[in-house]
């Protein structure tokens, strides 16, 4: 369940609570995955269960269904959710599946390269970077110890900006102390990929001079322009023919429509995505909603971005209509009003953009690192997690970062 639909569930709950609707939600996990910190789990800073919500207690606590099982197809002419457990008919469906790993066909992604996209990825590479360096405290070969320590991370996005700054605080300020065998200066190197010609693409080239300063402190190698032909075992190729050997190899690239939706007989962009109209119904329908990184919706001549805080804002306009639709009353338009972007840049430091009325206002340092903080504390769902985060981030700031390549 991608952070959408668990922001929708919670805003049904005020305005159709469970006595008065039978509502069902459909996952194929559990808990709900707080994707925006995923990369703390793959360097350490949180554990698992700091940025996982169990699903079962949202609808529980709602009066709401929820079912585990694998969603097959949406049959809209039939009005039938298939799943791997049997059909399940419906008034009114949101789709909110979210998206997937986009390898864009290169050979090698799957098999030699790690994702970061659900929590088991997260857990790979924090085990991933602790055995790299576990083997490379005992290895005598030079060589072999170098590239042991040396790591690739394909994607200069937000997730590959973030896990790279992350992973040299790992690297600084916990594994140098526990591992006094490695030459840091000289073993360790850190690559970070991207096709494009700047780093953050998306975001305001503000942003993406600032985490470009910041990722050059911290002696991160970024190259640009650098267009990935094919991944290796421990090998990385590029279409401009360089080679890079790394022992640990992350894919950061991009996303994908999720495949569900290539089974709902609807309109679609041309990324694949359910075209949906400003009540976020999908081709005017009052059956089908849609919202996040599965909805198309115009603004300004062009799809929203796939990002979270898209898909949160989109989940409570949707949650509106689905109780406006079901008491047989009139969707209203959805109005999007951008936030700005957020990109954290490692220890006490981070990068933001402010949206304003008119322009936007881009701050960095400190004073960007709290907003950032504030900001993602406050998107958890539960007084919980909450807590747990913010104990966390105080734990692994002050003690140290989990290192143990264990569960």
Same mark, same amino acid.
């Given at each position: 369940?991608?952070?959408?639909? %668990?922001?929708?569930?919670?805003?049904? /709950?005020h305005?159709?609570?469970?006595?008065?609707?039978?509502?069902?939600?459909?996952?194929?996990?559990?808990?709900?995955?707080?994707?925006?910190?995923?990369?703390?789990?793959?360097t350490?800073? +949180?554990?698992?269960?700091?940025?996982a919500?169990?699903?079962?207690?949202a609808?529980?606590?709602?009066?709401?269904? &929820?079912?585990?099982? /694998?969603?097959?197809?949406i049959?809209?002419e039939?009005?039938?959710?298939r799943?791997?457990?049997?059909?399940?008919?419906?008034?009114?469906?949101?789709?909110?599946?979210?998206s997937?790993?986009?390898?864009?066909?290169?050979?090698?992604?799957?098999?030699?390269?790690?994702?970061?996209?659900?929590?088991?990825?997260? /857990?790979?590479?924090?085990?991933?970077?602790? #055995?790299?360096?576990?083997?490379a405290?005992?290895?005598?070969?030079?060589?072999?110890?170098?590239?042991?320590?040396? &790591?690739?991370?394909?994607?200069?996005? *937000?997730v590959?900006?973030?896990?790279?700054?992350?992973?040299?605080?790992?690297?600084?300020?916990? %594994?140098?102390?526990?591992?006094?065998?490695v030459?840091?200066?000289?073993?360790?190197?850190?690559?970070?990929?991207?096709?494009?010609?700047?780093?953050?693409?998306?975001?305001?080239p503000?942003?993406?001079?600032?985490?470009?300063?910041?990722?050059e402190?911290?002696?991160?190698?970024? =190259?640009?322009?650098?267009?990935?032909?094919?991944?290796?075992?421990?090998?990385?190729?590029?279409?401009?023919?360089?080679?890079?050997?790394?022992?640990?190899?992350?894919?950061?690239?991009?996303?994908k429509?999720?495949?569900?939706?290539?089974?709902i007989?609807? *309109?679609?962009?041309?990324?694949?995505? =359910?075209?949906?109209?400003?009540? +976020?119904?999908?081709?005017?329908?009052?059956?089908?909603?849609?919202?996040g990184?599965?909805?198309?919706?115009?603004?300004?001549? #062009?799809?929203?971005?796939?990002?979270?805080?898209?898909?949160?804002?989109?989940?409570?306009?949707?949650?509106?209509?689905?109780?406006?639709?079901?008491?047989?009353?009139?969707?209203?338009?959805?109005?999007? #009003?951008?936030?700005?972007?957020?990109?954290?840049?490692g220890?006490?430091?981070?990068?933001?953009?402010?949206?304003?009325?008119?322009g936007?206002?881009?701050?960095?340092?400190?004073?960007?690192?709290t907003?950032?903080?504030?900001?993602? %504390?406050?998107?958890?769902?539960g007084?919980?997690?909450?807590?747990?985060?913010?104990?966390?981030?105080?734990?692994?700031? &002050?003690?140290?970062?989990?290192?143990?390549?264990?569960?």
């Amino acid at each position: 369940m991608r952070v959408g639909g %668990l922001h929708l569930i919670r805003a049904l /709950e005020h305005r159709l609570p469970g006595k008065a609707v039978d509502l069902t939600l459909v996952d194929r996990q559990n808990y709900h995955l707080f994707t925006p910190l995923l990369y703390q789990v793959a360097t350490g800073e +949180l554990p698992p269960h700091a940025v996982a919500y169990p699903l079962r207690l949202a609808t529980a606590l709602a009066g709401y269904r &929820f079912i585990q099982t /694998e969603i097959e197809a949406i049959d809209v002419e039939r009005h039938v959710v298939r799943t791997a457990d049997g059909d399940l008919p419906y008034d009114h469906v949101v789709v909110a599946p979210g998206s997937v790993t986009n390898d864009y066909g290169i050979p090698g992604v799957a098999e030699h390269a790690v994702a970061m996209k659900w929590l088991a990825d997260g /857990e790979a590479v924090r085990k991933r970077v602790i #055995r790299a360096f576990e083997d490379a405290a005992i290895e005598s070969d030079a060589a072999k110890r170098k590239q042991d320590l040396t &790591f690739v991370l394909i994607g200069a996005g *937000p997730v590959g900006v973030e896990l790279a700054s992350s992973l040299r605080d790992l690297m600084d300020h916990t %594994l140098r102390r526990i591992y006094p065998t490695v030459d840091f200066e000289r073993d360790v190197t850190i690559h970070l990929l991207d096709a494009a010609d700047r780093v953050l693409p998306s975001f305001d080239p503000r942003l993406g001079r600032i985490a470009m300063k910041r990722l050059e402190q911290q002696k991160i190698r970024v =190259l640009l322009k650098a267009a990935v032909s094919e991944i290796r075992p421990g090998l990385v190729r590029t279409k401009e023919g360089a080679e890079l050997r790394a022992r640990t190899i992350v894919w950061s690239a991009g996303v994908k429509t999720n495949p569900l939706l290539a089974t709902i007989d609807l *309109p679609k962009a041309k990324d694949g995505r =359910l075209l949906v109209d400003a009540r +976020l119904r999908a081709d005017g329908r009052d059956d089908v909603l849609s919202l996040g990184d599965a909805a198309a919706f115009d603004y300004q001549g #062009r799809p929203l971005p796939q990002l979270a805080q898209v898909a949160v804002m989109e989940a409570k306009a949707a949650a509106r209509n689905v109780a406006a639709l079901v008491r047989g009353q009139p969707a209203v338009p959805y109005v999007y #009003r951008r936030k700005g972007d957020l990109i954290a840049l490692g220890r006490t430091n981070a990068g933001a953009e402010l949206a304003l009325v008119r322009g936007s206002v881009v701050m960095s340092g400190l004073p960007a690192w709290t907003v950032w903080r504030g900001n993602y %504390l406050l998107q958890l769902l539960g007084v919980r997690n909450r807590a747990t985060l913010l104990m966390e981030w105080v734990l692994s700031y &002050f003690s140290g970062r989990l290192v143990a390549d264990a569960p």
